[in-house]
């Protein structure tokens, strides 16, 4: 590596959620830490999803920092779901409230990592060819950061703009007037499409696959609400990490069988009309069984027939390919609502294939449909794509997208044999995104910085993953994934959603609680499963 490398003990890519913890956490703990950003703010995601409508899915007061109890005190959520103008604040007020952007070098995006054995660090370089060297590589790149675009004939043909949710123009995107076509049907699709409609626009959505949404039911944060949050805040916090899926909504303990049909239809309703996530928890099997699954889907299918005036429209809206849940719930705001306006119109893709993009223009099978604008909301090359997209090289030069070749191998989500030093942030084996990522992202963090104290009191300064601990994990990843229904759909968990990609189970859902205890364990056990030098 020339001289002329940057140095810093810690070198973190990223400066989404994941990133701005782990400067935070290590800076504290002595490191000399840098930090590389491919965008010009912080926020990650949160930065670059500012598509018209986007909003977090998950309870605002729950899907924020734990490790302040200041930021707990004096940052006020304004709505039960945060939308992303707000969300993004929050990471530029965390940024600023703990002078984490000195540590950051914005508009700088990482091309490739190279582990040097014989000097012990990795050696990164930008798109830029700057250089930077360091003896730990955290890589907190996001799971939902790599947008996929798909290879539609004719993409490059089409005259006027074209906008991928996840890249979304900064500053306002004037629709007004314009003929907008839309792909895609997922969160970001189905928040697009909402939103966009109510402006004065021409709507044609391209569907593939209907997915089940449930009402968000979001309402103005009150005071009252906010004060009984800060009071309780210890014990909410102890209450989130001992939870399955990091978020405080009730998981109903009772199997469907064991309910009348009668308490079914009920707690069904109630879930419902509560509103958010928990819907997929009405019945403690409606994960894991497919007739506890098949209530609550026709339940959802009765309610969108009830709100979908056509009956043709309703009937292309019914998700009839996968279990509820299976692929991430939907959180919507009057979603369904939004085909009974005469300015919007829904294309079946599966009865009337896309065939081409044209100039002004979406050509299906059927017909041709005029657009000025056209948005994809078609989704990421979720949990691996954001890594792999760096030519990473651990020992022997040997390529991280060798190694995964047939799906990702880590130990614990954390590391993956072969590359010393290198730490994933919610990386693939790990609850990650089937969780609170926010919890998710502090529990890692947590782990690698007691790691990295741990190696310095004992004069090491190389950690990596056995191969053995490493293959048993890929295994127990699986297996939790084969208890639920959840590898039945064709859903990004599985990769179903990018060509080529090897069909494995991206992430561990034995639950955040049961995922923090393993590797709790793991460590106080000495770092089984590591081999520490
Ligand atoms: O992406 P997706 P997303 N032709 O992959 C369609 C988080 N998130 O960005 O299902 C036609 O779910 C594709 O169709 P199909 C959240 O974790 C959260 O919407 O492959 N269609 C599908 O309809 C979420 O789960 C929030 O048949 C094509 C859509 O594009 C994750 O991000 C908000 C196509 C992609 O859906 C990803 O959601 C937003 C093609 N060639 C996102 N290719 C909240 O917190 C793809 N599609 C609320």
Redo the contacts with the bound molecule.
């Keep these: 590596m020339p001289e002329n490398a940057t140095r810093s003990d810690v070198l973190v890519v990223g400066a989404g959620f994941a990133g701005l913890y782990a400067i935070y956490k290590l800076r504290k703990d002595g490191h000399n830490v840098l930090a590389l950003e491919a965008g010009d703010g912080v926020g990650g995601v949160w930065y670059w ?1 500012c598509y018209p409508g ?5 309870e605002s007061l729950q899907y924020s920092y734990t490790f302040d109890p200041e930021l707990v005190k004096e940052w006020d959520w304004t709505e039960r779901y945060a939308q992303q103008p707000e969300i993004l604040s929050y990471a530029r007020h965390v940024a600023r409230r703990h002078d984490l952007e000195r540590h950051i070098r914005f508009n700088t995006r990482v091309s490739s990592a190279r582990f040097d054995a014989g000097a012990n660090e990795w050696h990164v370089v930008t798109v830029q060819d700057e250089l930077f060297a360091c003896r730990y590589l955290v890589m907190a790149t996001g799971c ?1 950061s790599e947008g ?1 675009v ?1 290879d ?1 004939p004719g993409l490059h043909d089409f005259k006027g703009p074209i906008y991928h ?2 890249a979304w123009p900064r500053g306002k995107v004037d629709l007004n007037g314009k003929r907008v076509a839309i ?7 189905i ?1 697009t499409i909402s939103t966009v409609a109510k402006e004065d626009v021409q709507l044609t959505v ?4 209907p ?1 089940f949404s449930v009402p968000m039911r979001n309402r103005p944060m009150t005071q009252d609400v906010l004060s009984d949050w800060r009071a309780k805040h210890q014990a909410h916090v102890r209450d989130l990490y001992a939870s399955k899926s990091g978020q405080l909504f009730d998981i109903n303990a009772v199997p469907a069988a064991e309910m009348t049909a009668e308490q079914r239809k009920a707690a069904l309703e109630e879930r419902w009309a509560f509103g958010g996530p928990s819907f997929t928890r009405t019945f403690t099997d409606l994960l894991t069984d497919e007739t506890a699954n098949s209530y609550a889907a026709d339940f959802a299918r009765d309610k969108i027939r009830e709100i979908v005036k056509d009956p043709q429209t309703a009937a292309d809206l019914c998700p009839t390919d996968h279990p509820l849940g299976t ?2 719930i939907c ?1 919507d705001l009057e979603y369904f609502q939004t085909y009974n306006r005469p300015n919007v119109k829904l294309v079946n ?1 599966r009865r009337e294939p ?1 065939e081409r993009i044209a100039e002004n223009a979406v050509v299906t099978t059927a017909g041709s449909y005029p657009a000025d604008v056209l948005i994809l ?4 090359d ?1 949990v691996t794509g954001a890594l792999l997209k760096i030519d990473i090289r651990g020992l022997g030069g040997d390529s991280l997208h060798d190694a995964w070749q047939e799906g990702p191998r880590t130990y614990l989500g954390l590391m993956s044999a072969g590359f010393p030093n290198l730490f994933m942030i919610t990386g693939p084996g790990s609850p990650s ?1 089937a969780v609170n990522v926010i919890l998710a992202i502090e529990q890692h963090v947590d782990w690698v910085a007691r790691c990295l104290r741990d190696l310095k009191a004992c004069g090491a300064t190389r950690i990596e993953a056995e191969k053995t601990a490493q293959d048993k994990w890929v295994e127990a990843v699986r297996e939790e994934a084969d208890k639920t229904l959840f590898p039945k759909a ?1 859903s ?1 968990y599985v990769g179903a ?1 990018i060509p080529g990609k090897p069909r494995v189970f991206l992430l561990y859902l034995g639950g955040l609680a049961a995922y923090g205890e393993i590797c709790t364990r793991v460590r106080d056990n000495g770092y089984r499963g590591f081999v520490i030098e």
């Design positions: 999803n986007a909003r977090c899915d998950i939902l996929q798909p539609l949710t996840g792909i895609g049907t997922g969160s970001s699709g928040q391209f569907q593939r696959t997915n692929k991430r959180v893709l896309l909301a078609t989704g990421y979720a995104i064709n990004f959603n």
